[in-house]
């Protein structure tokens, strides 16, 4: 059987390397392999922070397997698999025949795709009954999200002036009424000014005498149902803005994607409990996706047979904590100067490197410049390059995404707990569509994603002996749901007092 081949091959390999540390490689291998041979839709759970090493035990059976596959990778997932994973089973003579670009490939090729082309190759039907591998399936909806975009510059509009010149003098109204609208809305640090549908409503009636229309205008009407929301990006400096157009639930506008058809997701995903052991479970069972995880899977006609978890090894020694009682909450006229007090005090006879996590762009930016003054170069702003003791103060989304090209860090602040602005235009839409539904917004939607980003960001702590944690915002203490968020953070230990190394 294919699960039985890939798990010697991968034994072996293994064990010539020498490595492979992380517990979980075979029970990987044998699941995929598994799902291959039967054509099953099977979703994997990875804890927060899993070395990137598991690669290997989810491309040794794809190597042995005689079924068509995909798969879709994005990013530096794909560039590790071309530089460190593919030669790897050269190194055993495990020919993994790679095919890359919007062409199928020969049934006997994997179809290597990032989102964009999986995106294309399904409108253009040319999967075919081809079964699907995602890794990193935490990342699926809003690289899909971006996927779906529809982004319209300056430059748009004089091709569209140019393309119906008949309408050229309502065209030019219609963008000055916008610009009007874009441009006096108060500045914000992230320029994005969000758009009502009734905005957009006169040009969209516009467009749709004018028919057909050049690229991208003619995606952009296409994208006029009430599941989409619309926000402008202004470039403060040129007086001029960009239209942006995106999904709220990106899934749902692929449904069918994954249907009929065997699909392995891989990911660190939530789960609806904890538990460290990999356990079958039949779809709808206690540990089948729950929650909102289950909606989205859903709209994509995923219904796993097999839902698995495969966390780390116990953890024997917690987590220094520093998280006093009574901190002042974010919106706090003191917050700023709490915020520079504790970083200072944290930082000090710091010999490791410190990370300070903060989403408020004016806030990480003053906060940064402060911390400057103090300790000199020693202080960047989202560097991958720092000082054996540096200090780097970056947003949540670049630390996740640059966590491999960073040493572990000694310590993590998190200045800012990771939940999502309702001053993001995206985020209010997504809010504003659950509130309408009579969902609770926050619980069902922005904890859970914080707690993920959470879990994800401070897990390179776990792999390093000395590290610690602090946490400077006071809804952690302060708030009702804060329990949750310290669930999500055990095994920690409270760490009440500041001494040096």
Not at 375 to 403: K, Y
Not at 429 to 442: I, M, N, T, Y
Request: glycine share 8%; with cysteine.
């Amino acid at each position: 059987m294919l699960e039985a081949s890939a798990h010697l091959q991968l034994k072996a390999l293994l064990r010539q390397e020498g490595r492979g540390d992380w517990p979980h490689h075979l029970t990987l291998c044998r699941l995929v392999g598994r799902s291959l041979r039967r054509g099953d839709q099977t979703l994997i759970r990875l804890a927060p922070g899993t070395d990137p090493s598991w690669l290997i035990g989810l491309l040794v059976p794809l190597a042995l397997a005689d079924t068509p596959l995909v798969l879709v990778a994005d990013g530096q997932l794909r560039q590790r698999l071309l530089q460190v994973e593919w030669p790897r089973l050269r190194s055993v003579a495990l020919h993994l025949p790679l095919w890359e670009g919007p062409t199928p490939p020969p049934r006997s090729h994997l179809w290597l795709l990032d989102h964009q082309q999986l995106l294309e190759a399904w409108r253009q039907g040319s999967l075919g009954d081809r079964q699907v591998v995602i890794p990193q399936a935490e990342r699926l909806e809003p690289l899909l999200r971006q996927s779906l975009a529809v982004r319209l510059q300056p430059g748009d509009w004089d091709g569209l002036r140019r393309a119906r010149p008949a309408a050229e003098p309502s065209l030019l109204e219609l963008h000055e009424r916008l610009s009007r609208r874009v441009l006096s809305h108060p500045r914000h640090p992230n320029r994005l000014v969000a758009l009502a549908q009734e905005d957009e409503a006169p040009l969209r009636q516009l467009l749709s005498l004018l028919t057909p229309l050049p690229e991208p205008w003619d995606r952009w009407l296409e994208a006029g149902a009430a599941d989409w929301t619309s926000w402008a990006e202004v470039d403060p400096g040129l007086l001029q803005w960009q239209l942006h157009r995106q999904p709220l639930a990106p899934l749902a506008q692929l449904g069918g994607l994954l249907s009929a058809r065997g699909a392995v997701l891989v990911g660190e995903l939530p789960r609806p409990r904890s538990g460290s052991q990999a356990v079958e479970r039949g779809h709808g069972g206690p540990g089948a996706p729950g929650g909102l995880e289950a909606c989205a899977l859903g709209t994509l006609s995923f219904k796993p047979s097999v839902v698995v978890d495969l966390g780390e090894p116990a953890v024997l020694d917690p987590l220094p904590l520093y998280c006093p009682s009574g901190q002042p909450l974010p919106n706090s006229p003191h917050f700023g100067e709490h915020l520079l007090d504790h970083c200072r005090r944290l930082i000090l006879g710091q010999r490791g490197l410190t990370l300070v996590l903060i989403d408020d762009p004016a806030l990480r930016l003053s906060l940064t410049s402060a911390l400057a003054a103090e300790f000199g170069s020693r202080v960047n702003h989202a560097c991958t390059t720092p000082e054996a003791n540096g200090v780097v103060c970056a947003d949540w989304a670049w630390w996740l995404e640059q966590q491999a090209r960073l040493p572990q860090p000694a310590q993590v602040v998190v200045a800012l707990l990771p939940i999502a602005s309702l001053e993001d235009p995206l985020t209010a839409a997504r809010v504003e569509a659950l509130r309408r539904e009579g969902g609770d917004w926050f619980r069902n939607l922005l904890l859970p994603e914080a707690i993920n980003r959470l879990q994800r960001g401070i897990a390179p702590l776990r792999q390093r002996c000395g590290s610690r944690l602090a946490v400077l915002d006071g809804r952690l203490r302060g708030r009702s749901w804060g329990q949750a968020a310290l669930s999500a953070l055990e095994p920690w230990v409270p760490l009440t007092r500041l001494l040096p190394d």
